[in-house]
């Protein structure tokens, strides 16, 4: 790693070990409803939908930030593919066959001593059709936007970079970041201008680079905080990268964008989507990730995966079937 705008890794390591633990100002919703003084009440039924578990000694809260319905899946998934093949495995999968579900799902992990918030979903970009409900989640369980200590943003693409900045500045104003030094080295670079990366570019000099001063720059191997490993798993993006999480005797592997859905990517890993900017890349990359997931049994949480985001994958042929979670955290 190199150092970037006299940001390193130390600094975070550093402040990591000051920092102290969150503690959430309200308890629940019911205590967030009670802070409401202008009558506009956070009921229950109206916060996004969310899901909390216990990983050894961390708590996770998964988030749903927004869902959106897309057309014609197979222009995104399996491009190239004819569309009756696409649909015909939707069909099998006991899916529509001309119309899919795409959520995003951020992911808190409070370790105990700081929590990390991975990715930040769509933001104000988003509200207009009912997503960026990211801040509005958090809030309903208790985490204030000024109790986030990091946020670790896995790719620049604007699903999880979009809700950085509100209107007023920085989403969570008391964070410290953490970006992939080649992920933004290649968004931020003016060499994007006038290809198909400038509207990337363009979002990232607006929403990333006014906080690197408080930016710690990484690669695959380094630790965020004790127990959290990044590792690269490039193709989706140049510099995209996933995460271990390590407590106790228990792990799970935040796999970001490796796939992003759970047919199509995954039943059909060599299927090419058109957001992979290097689809053969990509391709490999997922075989290599999910074919280490199956092996070891590892859960994993995709941000694209069905809510709450969390399974397993068994190894079925050449590709892998996606299982939900259900009650094996809670045991």
Same mark, same amino acid.
């Given at each position: 790693?190199?150092?970037?705008?006299?940001?390193?890794?130390?600094?975070?390591?550093?402040?990591?070990?000051?920092?102290?633990?969150?503690?959430?100002?309200?308890?629940?919703?019911?205590?967030?409803?009670?802070?409401?003084?202008?009558?506009?009440?956070?009921?229950?039924?109206?916060?996004?939908?969310?899901?909390?578990?216990?990983?050894?000694?961390?708590?996770?809260?998964?988030?749903?930030?927004?869902?959106?319905?897309?057309?014609?899946?197979?222009?995104?998934?399996?491009?190239?593919?004819?569309?009756?093949?696409?649909?015909?495995?939707?069909?099998?999968?006991?899916?529509?066959?001309?119309?899919?579900?795409?959520?995003?799902?951020?992911?808190?992990?409070?370790?105990?001593?700081?929590?990390?918030?991975?990715?930040?979903?769509?933001? =104000?970009?988003?509200?207009?059709?009912?997503?960026?409900?990211?801040?509005?989640?958090?809030?309903?369980?208790?985490?204030?936007?000024?109790?986030?200590?990091?946020?670790?943003?896995?790719?620049?693409?604007?699903?999880?970079?979009?809700?950085?900045?509100?209107?007023?500045?920085?989403?969570?104003?008391?964070?410290?970041?953490?970006?992939?030094?080649?992920?933004?080295?290649?968004?931020?670079?003016?060499?994007?201008?006038?290809?198909?990366?400038?509207?990337?570019?363009?979002?990232?000099?607006?929403?990333?680079?006014?906080?690197?001063?408080?930016?710690?720059?990484?690669?695959?191997?380094?630790?965020?905080?004790?127990?959290?490993?990044?590792?690269?798993?490039?193709?989706?993006?140049?510099?995209?990268?996933?995460?271990?999480?390590?407590?106790?005797?228990?792990?799970?592997?935040? /796999?970001?964008?490796?796939?992003?859905?759970?047919?199509?990517?995954?039943?059909? =890993?060599?299927?090419?989507?058109?957001?992979?900017?290097?689809?053969?890349?990509?391709?490999? /990359?997922?075989?290599?990730?999910?074919?280490?997931?199956?092996?070891?049994?590892? =859960?994993?949480?995709?941000?694209?995966?069905?809510?709450?985001?969390?399974?397993?994958?068994?190894?079925?042929?050449?590709?892998?079937?996606?299982?939900?979670?259900?009650?094996?955290?809670?045991?």
């Amino acid at each position: 790693m190199t150092e970037n705008t006299g940001i390193n890794r130390r600094r975070l390591m550093a402040g990591a070990g000051l920092a102290a633990i969150a503690t959430p100002f309200v308890s629940g919703v019911a205590s967030a409803m009670a802070q409401n003084t202008e009558g506009d009440s956070m009921k229950m039924a109206d916060a996004p939908p969310s899901d909390s578990f216990d990983l050894g000694d961390f708590k996770l809260l998964v988030v749903e930030d927004g869902t959106r319905l897309m057309e014609n899946p197979g222009e995104t998934f399996g491009t190239g593919q004819a569309p009756e093949t696409v649909a015909a495995l939707l069909e099998e999968n006991f899916l529509p066959p001309d119309k899919l579900i795409n959520g995003f799902a951020p992911v808190l992990v409070d370790t105990g001593n700081e929590t990390v918030l991975f990715d930040t979903g769509m933001g =104000p970009a988003g509200r207009s059709w009912g997503a960026g409900r990211l801040r509005e989640g958090l809030i309903a369980n208790g985490y204030q936007p000024e109790d986030i200590d990091i946020v670790v943003i896995t790719h620049m693409h604007g699903d999880h970079i979009n809700g950085l900045m509100e209107e007023d500045g920085p989403a969570f104003p008391n964070a410290r970041y953490v970006f992939g030094e080649k992920e933004y080295a290649f968004w931020s670079d003016d060499a994007r201008m006038g290809t198909p990366a400038e509207g990337g570019h363009q979002s990232v000099k607006k929403l990333v680079t006014p906080l690197v001063d408080q930016a710690t720059f990484i690669g695959g191997g380094d630790e965020v905080v004790p127990g959290i490993t990044a590792m690269d798993a490039f193709g989706h993006t140049p510099g995209h990268l996933i995460f271990m999480l390590n407590s106790g005797d228990e792990r799970l592997l935040l /796999t970001a964008d490796t796939a992003n859905q759970y047919v199509l990517s995954l039943q059909r =890993p060599d299927w090419h989507v058109r957001f992979d900017m290097d689809k053969e890349m990509a391709a490999a /990359t997922r075989k290599k990730v999910f074919d280490m997931v199956a092996a070891e049994r590892i =859960p994993f949480l995709g941000y694209h995966m069905p809510f709450p985001a969390v399974g397993y994958v068994e190894k079925v042929g050449d590709g892998y079937r996606f299982m939900p979670k259900t009650y094996q955290f809670k045991v």
